[in-house]
Each structure stands twice: as C-alpha cells, then as structure tokens.
C-alpha cells in the first residue's frame, strides 16, 4: 500500500487508530499477538547442543581425547574412564558459562534498546520500540530514531536524515499532506518516516503503518545487523597470552617427559603424564572465566544504573583520567528551585528544593505566611497564572513530577510553597487570551479576567527587558510611578540575585480599562506595574559532591562543560569542588577564538567551560587527548554525538538523551547522574582487577603443577602425580575457586590508586614476578612433601603421591586468598567473599571424596591419610603463601608504606 497516497483520514481508517487518543490497550494487545513484536528478525542462533559439543573442540582437550583413547586400547580403562568424565565436567562448566554470558549480553541488549514515545487510550507515554505496533501514533523529535514506518500528520520544520536506506546524506524536510504518485522513491516520500532514520530536527507525529520485517528496512536484507562481536582488547591479550602459554608448557611438557625417560620411568606412563600435565598447564578455562567475570561485573554495573553497552569500555573506564561532565540534570537536580524573592526592596529566602511542595517564606530571619502578606501573595500567585506548566502529583505524596518548562515548574512549587495552585486560582479569575513567550519578546503574557468582570495582564519574562516595559512599581504596598531610584534598587537587586547564580524571573502586571482590546503582545506589554523578582537555581545534586572527592583521590579530574553563564557555571563548580583557586573558567566565545594548540596548552588548567555549544565539545576531547588523558565525556543531544564517539569512553544521559547520543556512547547512564559515573568506574576498575586476581591464580597454580614434576624428574624421583590426579587437580583447583575471585569485592583503597596506563600489559605492577614466585614455592612444597614421606615410608609411593596430590591442592587453595590483595594475604578478610569460601570448601571436600570414599581410590589412585600426614600436608602448603605474605608484611612496616600499593613480592 502507497500509504503516501492516502489522506489522514483513509490513513486512520485502513489502521483502525485514531489520531487524537491512538490505539486502546485491547486493540494493542490483538496486534501485537497478530504480527509480533517490533523487532528485525535475528539470524539463526546456535542450538544448545551444538554449543555444548563445540566446547569439545580445543586443541588441547582433542589431545587429551586422543590419550585417553590411547589409554583405553592399552588397558588402562579406569584411567580412561576417569579422564572422560573429566572432560566432560570441564565441558558442562564451559557450557554454563557460555550460556549465562549469552543471557548477559541480550539483556544488555534488551537495556540499552530504543524507545518511543507513543499516545496509548488518550495519553502519552514512552515504550520499548519493541512494542510498537501498526496504528500506534508516535511523537518523534530532534535526535530520536524512527522506531517504525510512519506516516505523518502533523510537522514542525521537521528533518530526517535517511542516508541507510536512501544513500542521500542531506536530512530530507518531511510534510503532512498527502502526496500524488504512483511508486515513489523512499527518498520522495516526504510525508513518511521508516524504521532506523534519524531526526536531526524539528519535531512531528505520525500513525505507525510497518512494524518488524514489514517495514522498509525490514525489507533490505544487508540491513540487518547481526549481533555485535564483543571481544575486548584485555581478551584479545588473553589469546595471545594463551598462544605463548601453550608453547612454553609444550616445551616444558617435552622436557619433563624426556627426562623421565631418561632416568628409567615407563615411556607410555610418561607421555600419559606429560599430555596430562600440558592439558592442566594450559587455562584453557581463562577465556571463558574472563568472559563471565566482564559479563557479571557488567550485571552489577547496570544494578548502579550504569548500562555498559560496548564491553571495551569496561577495561577503559579504569584508564580514564578526566570527566567532562554536562551540569543540567548530571551534576545538578535538572529541577529548578526558587530561593529568593525581591520586591519593593524586600528579599524572602525560600527554603526547599526540588519539586517538593515544602518550604518556608524565611525574612529578616522570621517564618512569613503568603497569605498575611499581599506583596508577596502578589508576587507568587501571578507567577502561578503567567504560566504553561503543570506538577503532577503521580505518588501521591506531593513530591511532583514536572511537565513543561523547568524554569515555570519552579515558579508553581515556590507557588504551591504558600499554598497556591493554579486550580485554586482558576476558581476566581478566567485566562481568555495568551501571548506565548517568544525569544524576541522575551517574555509571557495572559489576559485574565475575574468573576466581578475586571480584566488586567499579567507578564512575566528577562527582568532588563521586562523592566523597560513598566511605567509603575509596586513599592510599600502601594502603585507608584517608576522613578530612577526605584530602576537603581530593581537593577541592584538583580544584579545581587545574579552573583549567587540565581536565573531570576521578573513578573509584572497591567490593569484594563472598561472595553479597551489588546489585539497584540505589543499592546499588552506596555505601561506595566512592576511587582518583583523570583530568583531560581537547578541545585546541585546532594551526592555529586563527594562523588567528585573520590574521583579527585582516584587521580581524575572532573571538568564542567556547560552552556549556561559563567557566573552560574562558576558558583555550582564552586559548591562541588570542581574548580580550584586558580582553576580557569573558559567561555564559549573565547574557545571559538582558541586554536588547537592554544587550548592544548591551556587545558590543564580549564575547569569550567561556559556557555559552550554542542560543537566545542570535540574540540575539548581532542585537546584533552593530545595531552595524554583518557576521557569520559557526557552528553544528549544530537550534536554531542561525535564528542561522545571521539572520547574514549562516551557517556549518554539514559533519560534526557537522544537515540543518536545512545547509539555513539559506550555507556548510558540510566539515572543521568554524576555519581552513576563514579560508580561506573569503580566497577570498571575492579573488574579489571579481578581478572588480573584470576590470572595471578591459574597460572602461578599451573606453574607449580609443572615445577613438581619437573623437579621429580631433576631429582630422579619416582612420579609424584599420576595424570589422572594433575587432570583433578586442574577441574577443582581451575574452576570454582578461579570464578568466584571473578566476583570478589573491591578492595578498599581500589578509588584512591591513579588510573592505570591505558597500554598497561598483563603482567605489570609486579604480577609476573608473583606468578612465577607463589609457583616456583608451591612446586617445591609439594615436592618437598612428597620427598618427606618417601623417606619415612620407602615402600608407601601411593600415599607419598597421596601427600604431594594433598599438598599440591591445599597449597592452591590457599594461595587463591593471597591473590585477592596486591599486597598479601593478611590485607583482607578472607570471609569478606563468601562465593570463594564456598568454593574452597567445595574443593576440600572433593578432595576428601576421592581420599576417603574407598571405590574412588583405585580410580585416583590414593589412600587414606593419617592425622600426621594432614599436619605434614598442611604445614607445607601454606609456606608458599604465608612466608611471603609475612615477608611482605615486614617490608611495608620497614617502609611505613610508601607511596605505591604493588609490590614486586
């Protein structure tokens, strides 16, 4: 259908809508059932059980197979058996893992999805687009994604930018009216809107007539984008970690294998070993465990309503030295509040904030009721009437929500403060005409009249323009005459409401003569009374202040970048502890006369950036950048998009902000708050350092694992572990202890460590000198245990293997304690993650099993151990971390702890 072709009437009729209250919520339910949801179709997912055996294909495991295989043809089926079970534990885990990090990113997926705002049974509200379905009306405006296929009905120097479906780059201005022609082009359908194109201005409301694949991109099949690829940059290092990994372990495998050989052990037990041992070298568990640990830890972003939609940035965030933070809504409430009152040379502070309904009339130090004061009643209840706005009450519980202006919501709370509502006013006095503000006039004006027939103007606008229009002044009570002294107070006094930040409104009124018309603004806007002024401040949000402290101590600057005045801008970054002593505050006009390398080496020192547009914010990132620092830059609008994109982490406001903002950030605050930034950088700094925690884990336990063969072998010792236990070892040591330091809490002092170097290789900060210590001492305890009871017992060699298979697990264990602190094991309460604690009890207690439940200890080839052995095996295992832990302890009291938290030990 030409739906281009039809008038707004047949458009109406072929949906069954109706322009003026939209669809029902039954008729929206039957759609929705009828054709689905609003949603292009995905491609084919891989099937569950084709997921689980493709955890099978790894190289290593394949090896791993293949011996068991071999094992099997030579007899050694329990070996076998044992192996094979094993490996398809390993699977199963892998494939859980798998499906919850799935299950994470298409929530995200889901979080950070479009919405619309559409007109269900007579009233507007905002939807998933998802859920839209054909006859919906929608309401689309500047920087918004068209959710469907729409045909308009009304526009306002409406403009689309439909370069993915037409080519054409220039933003095609969009009509109403029916349009003649058989077959246009989409790029001539100028009175439709199609799914996926951006508004870039202007505003228009339409009937959804496509919804899904039934829309024009829909139809374009290499339009549809398959799911996002999320591999990070720390992943990408893993990969190619892992590549090294397995040739060094290859390489060690070789050798141990060529050695035991070389002193007499049995060829077939030394190669099974040696595949066994390169299997439990290798952490073939690591990408996946990175996967969940970034998958998990972004969960609990978005519980801080911080919704991470590029996984990348979670690595970036804890690189990031600056914040350029917006202030409307970001550091502030986005809730104008008056705070001050003036007339006839009086000032009323008015307590309160926000869109509460709370407050009190403070003068000359006293509470003063409204009511039992005529100027200021004046003052308050013409602000109420000269006014567009409207609080509403959703919760019951007069803490109002704001439609309309936020400078003329707070002029109905200081109203509503005294009692007055424009409901209640309304009851005396009629509107019968309105002059709309207008940018030119810079004011407002309504006509009203009152029940005895009386008719006067009320105005309220820019107190300098205002002030000019009046010819009297309300001064002790009384109308006088405006004289030269009453402009001098007038002027002082917005002069004073001016230096505290304050926007002030002036309001003003004009008495009618019997049958006098105004036919104009101009004639209405003349020979005004002046009443007074009402000075109004957006407050800062109560939690951002020592949000900005902690980003301070964490070695990140916060910049304020604004587009209001200097004043305002100055007095709130002054409130926050934003802009230092001598901290500098740039306006907008003097950025545009700044070059490049100008503002480069001036912007260390810029703290404030006032009355700036959209476009300067670029030229700000790139500045920054050039000098080094990692930036996280916020925005909403559709001009804020190619800042946001050039930062290194772009931050969109999740309420206030457009499609086209969300679609360039890698991170959307859902709350629009400061604090959600810090938060979010908390989080993203210890994700990062609980991967390190894990690697630090597995491969100093893998290490060791291979140290105590090779040592036996160097040694010329029997075999201390069987291949069987160094497979056991590696699925209880590697698995759930590894994923519950994923999870761990951040330390302490995770916010007041400088941010780390965005080129910051995996094993700095002294990590590969700990993986290699903590394995070097776990391979020789466990050595050194078996040696120990090979000499008390020459003909026990199962229960000497028992002690050194004991030893080797419970020195891994507890070593997984020590990996939770840079510094050691004594920093941190080892109950605090209770995740772990369950993990390594779970692990004992597997080890246990397959010690003491008799029908396992052939398979496992172990043997009960005695009180004395326990003690040996205890005592061993918690050498490697507790000697270095205390040497670490006795290193930071010799320094007094100095400046940097890592040591190399």
Known sequence: MNWYELSHEEVEKQTNSNINRGLTKEAYEKRLQQDGYNQLREGKKTPAFLMFFSQFKDFMVLVLLAATVLSAMLGEFLDATAIIIIVIINGVLGF??????????????????????????????????????????????????????????????????????????????????????????????????????????????????????????????????????????????LEQLGKILIIISLALTVLVVGAGVYEGHDPYKMILSGVSLAVAAIPEGLPAIVTIALALGVQKMIRRRAIVRKLPSVETLGCTTVICSDKTGTLTQNKMTVTHLWSGGNTWHVTGSGYKAEGEFIKDNKEVKAENDQTLYQLLSYAVLCNNAELIDEKGKDEYTLNGDPTEGALLVSGLKAGITKESLLKEVDIIDEFPFDSTRKMMSVVVKTKTGEKFVVTKGAPDVLLNKCDFILWDKQRQLIKNKHTEKVKEAITTLGNQALRTMAIAYKPIKGTQELSNAGQAESRLTFIGLQGMIDPPRPEVRESIRDCQKAGIKTIMITGDHAITASAIARQLNILPHNGEVVEGSALSKMTEDELVSKAENIYVYARVSPEHKLKIVKALQKRGHVVAMTGDGVNDAPAIKSANIGIAMGNTGTDVAKEASSLVLSDDNFSTIRAAIEEGRNIYENIRKFIRYLLASNTGEILVMLFAMMLSLPLPLLPIQILWVNLVTDGLPAMALGVDQAEDDVMTRKPRKSDEGVFSRGLGWKIISRGFLIGLVTIGAFWIALKQNPDQLVQAQTIAFSTLVMAQLIHVFDCRSERSVLHRNPFENIYLVLAVLSSILLLLVVMYIPVLQPVFHTVPLTLRDWLLVIGMSAIPTFSLSGFQVFKDKKKSWGASPYSKI
């Not at 296929?149 to 009509?175: C, N, W």
């Open 96 to 237: 859980i893992q798998e499906i919850k990090a799935e299950k994470s990113l298409a929530a995200l997926r889901e979080l950070s999805a479009p919405t619309a705002n559409i007109l269900r049974d007579g009233s507007w509200q905002s939807v998933s687009a998802k859920d839209i379905v054909v006859g919906d009306v929608i309401k689309v405006s500047s920087g918004d994604r068209v959710s469907a296929d729409l045909r308009f009905f009304s526009t306002k120097g409406l403009y689309i930018e439909e370069s993915a479906l037409t080519g054409e780059s220039v933003p095609v201005q969009k009509m109403s009216a029916a349009i003649n022609g058989k077959d246009l082009p989409l790029g001539d359908q100028e009175n439709m809107a199609f799914m996926g194109t951006m508004v870039t201005q202007g505003s228009g409301i339409g009937i959804v007539t496509g919804t899904g694949m039934n829309t024009e991109m829909g139809k374009i099949a290499h339009l549809i984008q398959s799911a996002e690829t999320l591999l990070t940059p720390l992943q990408l290092r």
